[in-house]
Structures are given as structure tokens and as C-alpha cells.
């Protein structure tokens, strides 16, 4: 018994002295630093601010809208010939709207539900024109994807309406037509809870996200102190990217930046208003009877309670009351 433990001993020494001697120790120091996965589609500098548009005069205040009509037609009866009777013979409403975007347009884990803020536009606006709010298809979108679907005509891309905290600009008035502003958001600034930043101007030099096709990208230019321009597709990118310290901070609308706090709460939103960001419904520019019908729609919940509603649903505090919903400014 002794010889053999002693012949098991031996042999585990030369199989352990066998495998040291054919294996190289790790060089820590050429293995680098792993480096964390970006999303998709990431542009970083001037490749990521929009092409300049040539300044077009589009009036005072450039939030004025066509009036609604002067008696809202019953659901179910749209009026014979117009943009809603085509879109109630098809029997649902088609509109580009966000997935991704906590609180305004995103899909509920829970029941796989597309819920939020601009969803509950959308669907006053199918109770308007069916009697039924969920005679809706929605297709998700980019943020620089909601001029082009309502440019597509009758093909795959085509959509009734755009409901994705669309911000009216003027540059925007000229490729597609707006709704009175439905909420107004102000452009501010997300960083870390850590971070010392309290003012945009103080990241100069530094990388700022936003998405592809929002007008914070090019408006954050114009900052005394301009950042480096980070674009990618979703605001959830910006997210993740703020979290692996890939960026130094995101600026958008309070009312997306909020979403990111209440996902994170190691973030928080700094500095004063960069710029007043309001949101309209979007629609093809020569839908001028879609634009007064929804302009009604709009008047009736701003009158109801349906506005407040949504609002408290969504981004009501206890503390924060329900604001008085914007109030309509007509062209004529």
C-alpha cells in the first residue's frame, strides 16, 4: 500500500510539473483593457450634426397652427372626401411613434403594450375618428426618421401621423405640417450623480449625446463652450453609453431626460433651460383637413380632462401638481 501511494504521489508531481511546464503565464499588460460594446450606428464630431438648412422666415410664433373646424364631426361619420373618411374606410389609424423613450412612447414589459405620454395622443385621436381607441398600428421609428415616413406616399413607410416628442421648428415647417404644441418640454442636461457639471457651456471640449435627427445636436453648437457631438438612434443608447462613460452627458427634453433618471438613478438633470423644446403632432404637409381635425381633438382634451389625465398618469409627482396644458395659437 505504501509503494503504490508513493508511486500515485510521484506520478501527480510529474503530471503537475508536466502541465507548468507547457503552459505561458498571461501578459496582462499586452491583453489591454476591454473596452464596453457601443450601440449601433454610432457618429461621433461634425459627422454627426445635420446638414445646415438655409434660414426661411416662418412667422411669429412659429407654433401657430390651421383652427380646427367650427363643429368636430361624430365618430364613425368622418366627412365625405377627407384625409380621416380614407383613414376610417382602411378601419385604423397608422402612426409613427418611439419604443423606446420611458414615459412619452415605450413598450410595457409587463404586457407588451406600446404605452406613455404620446401614445395616449395617439389613441384620443383614433377615438375621435372610430369611436375606438385602439384602432391603431403603429410603427416605431427613429428620431431621424420622422420627416421621412410622412414623406413616403402611399408605400411601406407610409404613416398618418407622427406622435415622437417631435419638437416644431422652423426648419421642420417646411417638410412636414404641425398641430397646435400638445406639451412643452425645455432642453436641459443629464450627467452622472457623480459628476461636478452643472452647466452644458462647462463641456466644452466634451462628448455630448443626442440622437440622430433632434435638433439638441445642432442647437448645443451654439453653446459658448460647444461640446463634441456624439448621434446615435434611440435615447436609450444615450443611456448606455452615459452609463459605460462613454459620453459625458446627454441633452435633450426635461421630459426624456426624465425617463433616463427614473431608469437610473445614479444620473440626475443639471444646469438651466438650454432652449424651449414643444412638441406638435406631425403629419404630411398637404393633409391641412388631418391637421384642423386633430387641432380639435387637441381643444377637447385640453377642455375635458383627458390631457390632465395622461399627464398625471405619466409625469405627474404628488408634489408637482397638473399643469395647465398649452393653450392653442392659430395661423388662421
Not at 508511486?7 to 499586452?30: D, F, Q, W
Not at 383652427?67 to 372626401?81: E, L
Not at 438612434?233 to 452615459?242: G, K, P, Q
Request: proline share 8%; hydrophobic share 40%; glycine share 10%.
Amino acid at each position: 500500500m505504501k509503494r503504490l501511494s508513493l508511486l500515485g504521489i510521484v506520478l501527480l508531481a510529474t503530471l503537475t510539473t508536466g502541465c507548468a511546464a507547457t503552459t505561458s503565464p498571461v501578459n496582462l499588460a499586452a491583453a489591454g483593457t476591454a473596452q464596453p460594446p457601443q450601440p449601433g450606428n454610432v457618429v461621433t464630431g461634425s459627422a454627426a450634426l445635420p446638414k445646415p438648412v438655409p434660414p426661411v422666415n416662418c412667422g411669429d410664433p412659429t407654433t401657430a397652427s390651421l383652427s380646427p373646424p367650427a363643429a368636430m364631426p361624430a365618430p364613425g361619420q368622418m366627412p365625405a372626401g377627407s384625409t380621416m373618411a380614407a383613414i376610417q374606410r382602411r378601419g385604423y389609424l397608422i402612426a409613427g411613434v418611439d419604443q423606446n423613450t420611458f414615459l412619452f412612447g415605450y413598450r410595457d414589459p409587463k404586457q407588451n403594450n406600446l404605452v406613455g405620454f404620446d401614445i395616449d395622443m395617439v389613441h384620443d385621436v383614433a377615438q375621435a375618428i372610430f369611436g375606438d381607441p385602439n384602432k391603431v398600428v403603429y410603427k416605431a421609428i427613429t428620431s431621424a426618421q420622422r420627416t421621412t415616413v410622412l414623406k413616403g406616399g402611399q408605400g411601406a413607410d407610409q404613416v398618418d401621423m407622427v406622435a415622437r416628442t417631435f419638437t416644431i421648428t422652423c426648419a421642420r415647417l417646411q417638410q412636414v405640417a404641425f398641430s397646435t404644441v400638445y406639451y412643452q418640454a425645455s432642453r436641459r442636461l443629464l450627467v452622472p450623480s457623480s459628476s461636478k457639471v452643472t452647466d452644458i457651456n462647462e463641456l466644452g471640449g466634451k462628448k455630448v449625446c443626442a440622437t440622430a435627427g433632434s435638433d439638441s445636436l445642432s442647437t448645443n453648437q451654439g453653446q459658448k463652450n460647444a461640446p463634441i457631438p456624439v448621434a446615435v438612434n434611440d435615447w436609450s443608447d444615450c443611456l448606455v453609453m452615459l452609463q459605460q462613460g462613454e459620453v459625458d452627458g446627454v441633452s435633450t427634453d426635461d421630459t426624456i431626460l426624465a425617463g433616463m433618471v427614473a431608469q437610473d438613478g445614479n444620473t440626475k438633470i443639471v444646469g438651466p433651460t438650454i432652449a424651449p423644446e414643444p412638441y406638435g403632432l406631425a403629419f404630411p404637409k398637404s393633409n391641412t383637413d388631418f391637421v384642423r381635425f386633430v387641432n380639435g381633438v387637441l381643444q377637447q382634451i385640453r377642455t375635458n380632462g383627458s390631457w390632465a389625465e395622461s399627464y398625471r398618469r405619466w409625469l405627474g409627482t404628488p408634489s408637482s401638481g397638473i399643469p395647465a396644458p398649452p393653450q392653442p395659437v392659430y395661423s388662421n
